[in-house]
């Protein structure tokens, strides 16, 4: 692999050998995730998010893991369970977060009288170029 110009050919930081490159069309990890493979997040969620059958006060009926999982840690901290008590806290303080993050802000009046101004220009502005392009 080694051209008439390497010998101008500068290594330093981020400027490996040319020797030491990949060659084009060659991955840095040929035997890197075969395709199809789950990472573990996937997998995480999938098994969460499966639905088992659970018996409540004497009656059968489909929910998450995760489902299960929550209300169990709910229902040990009802029973004073302190671990189960700061977890439960520190979830809904998540929740309430990201239901912070997740509103969307309503269009104000002002919004709405800005946006009908910018409407007014561009149409303005887009009739007087089709005049112009007419008149020529």
Do not use: W
């Not at 209300?71 to 302190?82: E, F, P, S, T």
């Not at 520190?90 to 946006?115: C, G, Q």
């Amino acid at each position: 692999m080694a051209n008439q110009d390497d010998s101008d050919y500068e290594v330093g930081y981020g400027k490996p050998p040319r020797h030491s490159q990949f060659r084009r069309g060659q991955s840095g990890n040929p035997a890197g995730r075969p395709p199809g493979r789950k990472n573990l997040a996937t997998i995480v969620r999938a098994v969460l998010h499966e639905e088992i059958i659970v018996t409540e006060n004497g009656k059968s009926r489909k929910a998450t893991k995760v489902e299960i999982v929550i209300a169990q840690m709910v229902n040990g901290a009802l029973k004073g369970d302190q671990r189960a008590i700061r977890e439960t806290i520190a979830l809904k303080r998540y929740v309430d977060a990201l239901e912070e993050v997740d509103a969307v802000p309503t269009e104000t009046e002002s919004d709405a009288a800005i946006m009908a101004s910018l409407k007014r220009r561009l149409q303005r502005a887009t009739n007087s170029n089709t005049e112009k392009e007419t008149s020529k």
